[in-house]
């Protein structure tokens, strides 16, 4: 397949925006993220490429009888479907229905999380902004806000967490930048 010099461009500036490092710290485990990588250079389409693997790993934790590998299924299947909708800059139909599939692999997850998970929704303008809460399972130190850099403007934080969780509960990494963390 023959790429216009435009369509490279476009598929240069998806994978610098979401490099394969970026990838697997959200989740993703790396030869996913590389081949990922390899068949949107090839000319696939960035969103239909994560949406395949998401699919495939929501098949896999699906039929997964043993839940720590089908908690793992899920949190990858939920970190590819970040990276699908992440195509998109506009709030249109197709990257609404993107995330709302990221949402409902990372409830899979969450459900099976060796942490209690409350679900935040938060509402904004004209729909809600939703993040996760980890509880912690014993004695807190101090409360982390842990806001998406993305609606940090807003002053509005997509999660908390207790700091005593931030070094057990990597879950957070996928779905939430925690460079703006304050500790």
């Not at 459900?111 to 996760?132: H, K, M, N």
């Amino acid at each position: 397949m023959q790429l216009t010099e435009d369509q490279l461009k476009q598929i240069e500036a998806l994978c610098r925006a979401m490099p394969v490092s970026r990838m697997v710290d959200y989740g993703m485990p790396r030869e996913l993220a590389d081949f990922a990588h390899r068949l949107v250079r090839e000319g696939a389409p960035w969103d239909q490429v994560l949406q395949q693997l998401a699919h495939e790993q929501e098949a896999r934790a699906r039929a997964e009888e043993d839940p720590s590998r089908a908690r793992d299924a899920w949190h990858v299947a939920a970190a590819s479907m970040i990276f699908a909708q992440m195509a998109f800059n506009a709030d249109d139909e197709r990257k609404r229905g993107l995330y709302g599939q990221m949402t409902r692999y990372f409830t899979r997850f969450a459900a099976l999380s060796e942490f209690q998970v409350s679900r935040i929704e938060i509402p904004y303008r004209d729909g809600t902004l939703f993040g996760w809460h980890f509880h912690a399972s014993g004695e807190t130190s101090g409360t982390v806000i842990v806001s998406d850099p993305s609606i940090a403007s807003i002053g509005k934080p997509a999660a908390t967490c207790p700091s005593s969780e931030i070094s057990r509960a990597p879950v957070l990494s996928p779905l939430l930048d925690i460079s703006s963390a304050r500790l």
